[in-house]
């Protein structure tokens, strides 16, 4: 009885080609889209997880009650990782943790790679496994470094590492270390990432930060012990926290600031680090991705296979009609209507079967182009683990049951009587049909919408005036085979008789992310007349306005014919606002924090976008303070010969870091590679809304055929009694246009609260037009035209006599 199933099955599948054919490829498009963008999101949602008891992994912040808006800072100062772990016995291992570019050298060689800062409970806390070494005693020693194993292999070859010395630099002074474990490769979910780790203490940010509760410039992690409550520790450090703080919380109550709901001005909170990933409320541990984008992402594939499973609804119940006798014979003979229901199932079965099949392989042909394309990490290996397996195998049965299971629910409550007498009759506008076809088109009208929408955006984030010159402006990462300063005053003795180039300066922060990859931002906070001020810093180089073509709009530039400008300051217009001064040149800014008592304001420069659009033009100070170093080397050039200029700057840098690799680009590609997120963002909405506009006109193609075909007696009586062509495309067609109508007022509304509450997320945004909106809906409603079009002018132009012959 099976085989028969099973051979009637594939004989009716091969019969019906074209309806087979549209649920296979559409099936498959959807379970190969599925498997990419799940398996992208567990993934994103595995980092961290590979730690031993991950859940008791915290990461230290404080959330501070500003005046304007609530901070949350995950720096922590030196010394509160003592304090921590003296005070409160839940804590049971903790490290600080840093990184930054390093040097190493050995045997005349040099590699750079990024050490990492951290304390001797740093791989008893963490499943980093060592192939070599112990792990309490790893960072045991002040003088050891512990390498990953490519770096190992990198350094010494062959050679065992294991108590070799070699030589690092980081910021600082040349050091030795001697080699006290190799960890394997660092796990591809890991948030903490490092090619080699030494003791905190050797950081160069450690000396003047010792013993200081008002500097922060590290990340605190701590494991509690198992059992330990989150919220019992966060309110137990409360009292510690406004003892060692109450200085800063009475500033803060002094300027304004409103508590927090349980009353606290500051407070020192605990992230989970298996949240850390998909937090972007803070600065992350390392690279981040939203929860929102993940959500969306899931949203995009259930979307996606939800069309595929309403054409394939649609196709099996109008296709089952024209299958009414074999119904009805079957029932009559006996058969009941598990066995009929069994029958139609089947054949959903095997074709959700073939198309799972052909997506497992199309998943991975097209897995490397999805991973340039979006920004994955993703790895083919997660789709052999157990609970993936597992839920791949779940997801395909309840697609199959949803999918086939309410066709065979139609098949057996047929009448078989009414059947063979041909009484049943097909009903062209179904509530069920109809509201599945809105569904669907709702959401590829949504998905055009949001495409719209965030490229739009997209276009004004690169295109909107920043305040600065980005096209002619080469900005190029110093390193660390050199000193930024000292780099910087050889370049312009290079460059100085070059015609190319305008100006030449420096800057602590690049504009933008750089080809290294960097992009941070420094601020301190100082008292101004009795108010706690905070502005961000850039550290420069003299000719730095002329360089950008900033503008100034009150005093002067900084000059070497003053002595005294390293301890003068040059702010924005923003900052004048937070001071309350229309002219502040001449004011004093006493600023503690670095040991600089007094700073002059020798100028105001206008307000321009140093961060990223997501933010607002913050308070900010130009300085030229000798502790903070140089990271980038800003060349202005003229805009005649611009990749000519790349080579020769390329060629002069070999000279002054021959070890170092140029990774020099213009500051315009530098603020394009910040909104790399919002690019890939808006790579999803255009791939998805593609995918579901073909996808829904397939089935509206497949659902047009099956209607004419109903329809084939009544369109040959119309014809005979004079109707022309075109009242007979606009029967055909006017049920459907209805129904997109329909899909269209429904999805409006939904793309413009979506997008708007994601514009909400910058600084900068456009306004959304509503003929974006309609335009989408204009778009898949013409689309959709042109898919039932075909056939409709087919049926109209087609002989009366012969159709009326047939039937």
Same mark, same amino acid.
Not at 216 to 239: C, M, S, V, W, Y
């Given at each position: 009885?099976?085989?028969?199933?099973?051979?009637?099955?594939?004989?009716?599948?091969?019969?019906?080609?074209?309806?087979?054919?549209?649920?296979?490829?559409?099936?498959?498009?959807?379970?190969?889209?599925?498997?990419?963008?799940?398996?992208?999101?567990?993934?994103?949602?595995?980092?961290? &997880?590979?730690? &031993?008891?991950?859940?008791?992994?915290?990461?230290?912040?404080?959330?501070?009650?500003?005046?304007?808006?609530?901070?949350?800072?995950?720096?922590?100062? /030196?010394?509160?990782?003592?304090?921590?772990?003296?005070?409160?016995?839940?804590?049971?291992?903790?490290?600080?943790?840093?990184?930054?570019?390093?040097?190493?050298?050995? $045997?005349?060689?040099?590699?750079?790679?990024?050490?990492?800062?951290?304390?001797?409970?740093?791989?008893?806390?963490?499943?980093?496994?060592?192939?070599?070494?112990?792990?309490?005693?790893?960072?045991?020693?002040?003088?050891?470094?512990?390498?990953?194993?490519?770096?190992? +292999?990198?350094?010494?070859?062959?050679?065992?590492?294991?108590? &070799?010395?070699?030589?690092?630099?980081?910021?600082?002074?040349?050091?030795?270390?001697?080699?006290?474990? @190799?960890?394997? +490769?660092?796990?591809?979910?890991?948030?903490?990432?490092?090619?080699?780790?030494?003791?905190?203490?050797?950081?160069?940010?450690?000396?003047?930060?010792?013993?200081?509760?008002?500097?922060?410039?590290?990340?605190?992690?701590?494991?509690?012990?198992?059992?330990?409550?989150?919220?019992?520790?966060?309110?137990?450090?409360?009292?510690?926290?406004?003892?060692?703080?109450?200085?800063?919380?009475?500033?803060?109550?002094?300027?304004?600031?409103?508590?927090?709901?349980?009353?606290?001005?500051?407070?020192?909170?605990?992230?989970?680090?298996?949240?850390?990933? @998909? +937090?972007?409320?803070?600065?992350?541990?390392?690279?981040?991705?939203?929860?929102?984008?993940?959500?969306?992402?899931?949203?995009?594939?259930?979307?996606?296979?939800?069309?595929?499973?309403?054409?394939?609804?649609?196709?099996?119940?109008?296709?089952?009609?024209?299958?009414?006798?074999?119904?009805?014979?079957?029932?009559?003979?006996? #058969?009941?209507?598990?066995?009929?229901?069994?029958?139609? =199932?089947?054949?959903?079965?095997?074709?959700?079967?073939?198309?799972?099949?052909?997506?497992?392989?199309?998943?991975? #042909?097209?897995?490397?182009?999805?991973?340039?394309?979006?920004?994955?990490?993703?790895?083919?290996?997660?789709?052999?683990?157990?609970?993936?397996?597992?839920?791949?195998?779940?997801?395909?049965?309840?697609?199959?049951?949803?999918?086939?299971?309410?066709?065979?629910?139609?098949?057996?409550?047929?009448?078989?009587?009414?059947?063979?007498?041909? &009484?049943?009759?097909?009903?062209?506008?179904?509530?069920?049909?109809?509201?599945?076809?809105?569904?669907?088109?709702?959401?590829?009208?949504?998905?055009?919408?949001?495409?719209?929408?965030? =490229?739009?955006?997209?276009?004004?984030?690169?295109?909107?005036?920043?305040?600065?010159?980005?096209?002619?402006?080469?900005?190029?990462?110093?390193?660390?085979?050199?000193?930024?300063?000292?780099?910087?005053?050889?370049?312009?003795?290079?460059? #100085?008789?070059?015609?190319?180039?305008?100006?030449?300066?420096?800057?602590?922060?690049?504009?933008?992310?750089?080809?290294?990859?960097?992009?941070?931002?420094?601020?301190?906070?100082?008292?101004?007349?009795?108010?706690?001020?905070?502005? !961000? =810093?850039?550290?420069?180089?003299?000719?730095?306005?002329?360089?950008?073509?900033?503008?100034?709009?009150?005093?002067?530039?900084?000059?070497?014919?003053?002595?005294?400008?390293?301890?003068?300051?040059?702010?924005?217009?923003?900052?004048?606002?937070?001071?309350?001064?229309?002219?502040?040149?001449?004011?004093?800014?006493?600023?503690? !924090?670095? *040991?600089?008592?007094?700073?002059?304001?020798?100028?105001?420069?206008?307000?321009?976008?140093?961060?990223?659009?997501?933010?607002?033009? /913050?308070?900010?100070?130009? @300085?030229?303070?000798?502790?903070?170093?140089?990271?980038?080397?800003?060349?202005?050039?003229?805009?005649?010969?611009?990749?000519?200029?790349?080579?020769?700057?390329?060629?002069?840098?070999?000279?002054?870091?021959?070890?170092?690799?140029?990774?020099?680009?213009?500051?315009?590609?530098?603020? *394009?590679?910040?909104? *790399?997120?919002?690019?890939?963002?808006?790579?999803?909405?255009?791939?998805?809304?593609?995918?579901?506009?073909?996808?829904?006109?397939?089935?509206?193609?497949?659902?047009?055929?099956?209607?004419?075909?109903?329809?084939?007696? /009544?369109?040959?009586?119309? $014809?005979?009694?004079?109707?022309?062509?075109?009242?007979?495309?606009?029967?055909?067609? $006017?049920?459907?246009?209805?129904?997109?109508?329909?899909?269209?007022?429904?999805?409006?509304?939904? #793309?413009?609260?979506?997008?708007?509450?994601?514009? /909400?997320?910058?600084?900068?945004?456009?306004?959304?037009?509503?003929?974006?909106?309609?335009?989408?809906?204009?778009?898949?409603?013409?689309?959709?035209?042109?898919?039932?079009?075909?056939?409709?002018?087919?049926?109209?132009?087609?002989?009366?006599?012969?159709?009326?012959?047939?039937?």
């Amino acid at each position: 009885m099976i085989r028969n199933y099973l051979k009637i099955a594939l004989r009716n599948l091969w019969k019906h080609k074209t309806n087979t054919l549209i649920n296979l490829l559409g099936l498959t498009v959807a379970f190969t889209i599925c498997l990419l963008l799940l398996l992208s999101v567990y993934y994103e949602f595995s980092f961290n &997880k590979f730690h &031993k008891d991950p859940q008791d992994l915290y990461r230290a912040y404080f959330s501070v009650q500003q005046p304007e808006r609530t901070d949350l800072q995950p720096s922590m100062p /030196e010394p509160m990782l003592k304090a921590l772990k003296e005070q409160f016995p839940a804590v049971e291992y903790g490290t600080r943790y840093n990184r930054n570019s390093s040097e190493i050298e050995y $045997k005349g060689k040099h590699f750079f790679k990024e050490l990492g800062f951290g304390d001797a409970d740093f791989f008893s806390m963490f499943s980093f496994p060592l192939e070599k070494g112990n792990a309490p005693q790893a960072l045991a020693g002040r003088d050891n470094i512990v390498l990953t194993r490519p770096v190992a +292999d990198a350094i010494f070859g062959k050679e065992d590492p294991i108590g &070799k010395q070699l030589r690092v630099q980081s910021g600082g002074p040349w050091k030795v270390f001697t080699v006290s474990a @190799v960890a394997a +490769d660092m796990p591809a979910n890991s948030s903490i990432r490092f090619d080699a780790i030494v003791l905190f203490e050797h950081g160069y940010t450690y000396p003047n930060s010792v013993g200081k509760w008002d500097v922060t410039n590290h990340d605190l992690i701590l494991r509690l012990k198992p059992g330990a409550d989150k919220a019992a520790f966060e309110k137990a450090a409360q009292g510690f926290i406004s003892k060692q703080y109450a200085d800063y919380i009475g500033d803060l109550k002094r300027d304004g600031a409103r508590p927090a709901p349980n009353g606290q001005y500051m407070q020192l909170l605990l992230q989970p680090l298996l949240s850390a990933h @998909v +937090d972007v409320d803070m600065r992350g541990l390392g690279d981040t991705i939203s929860r929102s984008y993940l959500y969306m992402l899931l949203a995009v594939s259930v979307f996606v296979l939800f069309i595929a499973c309403i054409n394939f609804i649609n196709l099996s119940v109008g296709r089952s009609f024209t299958r009414s006798r074999e119904v009805g014979l079957r029932k009559t003979l006996g #058969a009941l209507p598990f066995q009929v229901g069994m029958q139609f =199932w089947g054949e959903a079965a095997i074709v959700c079967a073939a198309a799972l099949l052909i997506s497992i392989p199309l998943f991975y #042909a097209v897995l490397p182009q999805y991973k340039l394309i979006f920004g994955s990490s993703l790895e083919t290996a997660v789709l052999q683990q157990p609970l993936v397996i597992a839920s791949v195998i779940g997801g395909f049965l309840l697609v199959t049951v949803l999918a086939g299971g309410y066709p065979a629910l139609v098949m057996t409550r047929m009448d078989a009587v009414n059947i063979l007498k041909g &009484k049943l009759k097909l009903k062209t506008s179904g509530s069920l049909r109809n509201g599945l076809i809105i569904g669907q088109f709702a959401i590829a009208i949504l998905l055009i919408g949001c495409t719209l929408i965030a =490229w739009q955006q997209l276009n004004f984030l690169r295109a909107r005036p920043l305040g600065y010159n980005s096209s002619q402006v080469v900005s190029i990462p110093v390193g660390q085979e050199i000193g930024g300063r000292e780099a910087l005053a050889l370049l312009r003795q290079k460059l #100085a008789a070059e015609p190319s180039v305008l100006s030449v300066s420096g800057i602590s922060n690049n504009l933008g992310m750089g080809e290294d990859g960097g992009s941070y931002s420094y601020s301190i906070g100082f008292d101004y007349h009795n108010r706690n001020i905070s502005m !961000a =810093w850039l550290n420069v180089g003299y000719d730095f306005t002329k360089t950008m073509d900033l503008s100034i709009k009150y005093g002067r530039d900084f000059s070497q014919s003053f002595g005294s400008d390293s301890t003068g300051i040059i702010i924005n217009e923003q900052m004048a606002r937070k001071m309350g001064v229309v002219n502040p040149v001449g004011e004093i800014l006493q600023v503690d !924090a670095l *040991n600089q008592t007094q700073m002059k304001v020798l100028g105001v420069i206008k307000d321009f976008n140093f961060q990223s659009l997501h933010k607002p033009v /913050e308070p900010m100070g130009l @300085v030229m303070y000798a502790d903070m170093p140089i990271n980038y080397l800003l060349v202005k050039v003229r805009p005649d010969n611009l990749p000519g200029i790349m080579d020769k700057l390329k060629a002069i840098w070999a000279q002054i870091a021959p070890r170092s690799d140029f990774r020099g680009s213009f500051i315009d590609e530098n603020i *394009n590679r910040q909104y *790399n997120r919002e690019e890939r963002f808006t790579q999803i909405f255009v791939y998805a809304a593609a995918v579901a506009i073909v996808l829904s006109c397939l089935g509206l193609f497949a659902l047009a055929v099956l209607a004419i075909m109903q329809r084939t007696r /009544e369109i040959g009586i119309r $014809k005979a009694l004079g109707a022309s062509s075109g009242s007979i495309v606009q029967l055909i067609t $006017k049920d459907f246009v209805k129904l997109i109508f329909i899909a269209m007022i429904i999805a409006t509304p939904l #793309a413009w609260y979506f997008m708007n509450t994601w514009l /909400e997320n910058f600084a900068f945004s456009v306004q959304i037009k509503w003929w974006w909106l309609l335009a989408a809906g204009l778009l898949a409603l013409a689309v959709a035209l042109c898919t039932i079009g075909y056939q409709s002018l087919r049926a109209a132009f087609a002989n009366p006599v012969k159709s009326l012959k047939t039937e």
